[in-house]
T-cell receptor, first 114, second 113 residues
Framework: DTGVSQDPRHKITKRGQNVTFRCDPI?????LYWYRQTLGQGPEFLTY????????KSRLLSDRFSAERPKGSFSTLEIQRTEQGDSAMYLC????????????FGPGTRLTVL | QKEVEQNSGPLSVPEGAIASLNCTYS??????FFWYRQYSGKSPELIMS????GDKEDGRFTAQLNKASQYVSLLIRDSQPSDSATYLC?????????????FGTGTQLKVEL
């Protein structure tokens, strides 16, 4: 069990650019979640997948955000036309193994929009 | 009213003391409750989960749940400087749907030598 992995760990981009993040969940987990965390706040839910189906999206997820999990394994989160307000830590978590509904988090991707 | 509320702190305790962290939630239908620890610049790390009213102990940590009062707490016994972190309370869904976690803003704990 290698845990949840995310790539890249840090991303600096200029306003208006597109960025894409990747998350690889724990292998036996069929549910995958994306959260966003800003300084001094708890993580806020963005969206989640069960296998390849995207089952819930937060109202926080504007049209500029899109997430996919095409084969039910890894997931990508894309932000188009980034804004300075998108600067945050983007966290991925997974659960759904045989014995737990506990979500385990990856190390996160820290996005800075200049 | 926020869905999950925590005192942001900082809560300062001396080494060896008991730290008591509290959390209230608004959705009476919530079923699962979690405490995560988060060091600065790192991602949340699970400490404990609790599902039923009462106490659940794991080493130096005890989680307490009172669904009637919509209250969850975490006690840390024999606090160590390495316990200094932000503690996040998270609540999951409601019966019949909702797997997402709703987090409080976290309580910063400082354990002083």
């Amino acid at each position: 069990d290698t845990g949840v992995s995310q790539d890249p760990r840090h991303k600096i981009t200029k306003r208006g650019q597109n960025v894409t993040f990747r998350c690889d969940p724990i292998s036996e987990h069929n549910r995958l979640y994306w959260y966003r965390q800003t300084l001094g706040q708890g993580p806020e839910f963005l969206t989640y997948f069960q296998n390849e189906a995207q089952l819930e999206k937060s109202r926080l997820l504007s049209d500029r955000f899109s997430a996919e999990r095409p084969k039910g394994s890894f997931s990508t989160l894309e932000i188009q036309r980034t804004e300075q307000g998108d600067s945050a830590m983007y966290l991925c978590a997974s659960d759904g193994g045989p014995s737990t509904d506990t979500q385990y988090f990856g190390p996160g991707t820290r996005l800075t929009v200049l | 009213q926020k869905e999950v509320e925590q005192n942001s702190g900082p809560l300062s305790v001396p080494e060896g003391a008991i730290a008591s962290l509290n959390c209230t939630y608004s959705d009476r239908g919530s079923q699962s409750f979690f405490w995560y620890r988060q060091y600065s610049g790192k991602s949340p790390e699970l400490i404990m989960s609790i599902y039923s009213n009462g106490d659940k102990e794991d080493g130096r940590f005890t989680a307490q749940l009172n669904k009637a009062s919509q209250y969850v707490s975490l006690l840390i016994r024999d606090s160590q400087p390495s316990d200094s972190a932000t503690y996040l309370c998270a609540v999951k869904g409601w019966a019949g749907g909702g797997n997402k976690l709703t987090f409080g803003t976290g309580t910063q704990l400082k354990v002083e030598l």
